[in-house]
Nanobody, 116 residues
Framework: QVQLVESGGGLVQAGGSLRLSCAAS????????MRWYRQAPKKQRELVAH???????YYAESVRGRFTISRGNTKNTVYLEMNSLKPEDTAVYYC??????????WGRGTQVTVSS
């Protein structure tokens, strides 16, 4: 069982930056996808970005050019660098790990609040 722990959320003014981290408790294997989702109040959870073990990266249109997803050297950590934050980025951000197309793990989330 892999546990994911997110950190780095907080309160920031519009235009500011935050860096989220997600650390897996054990090796994530050689074939995996690490994702960041977010869920704003009264809205559905949405995919923000993902990075595959092969290095493929995807961004939602709403964050492209402002957010950057990356992995740590150990490959068990994923980061989300968020710049030029907007009030509409306010949400709980969740880390997700998919291993081998079979196993699916979630973190508990970290709150990001962007004030106008």
């Amino acid at each position: 069982q892999v546990q994911l722990v997110e950190s780095g959320g907080g309160l920031v003014q519009a235009g500011g930056s935050l860096r989220l981290s997600c650390a897996a408790s054990s090796s994530v294997g050689s074939l995996n996808v690490m994702r960041w989702y977010r869920q704003a109040p009264k809205k559905q959870r949405e995919l923000v970005a993902h990075i595959t073990s092969g290095g493929d990266i995807y961004y939602a249109e709403s964050v492209r050019g402002r957010f950057t997803i990356s992995r740590g050297n150990t490959k068990n950590t994923v980061y989300l660098e968020m710049n030029s934050l907007k009030p509409e980025d306010t949400a709980v951000y969740y880390c997700n790990l998919e291993v081998g197309g079979i196993w699916d793990y979630w973190g508990r989330g970290t709150q990001v609040t962007v004030s106008s």
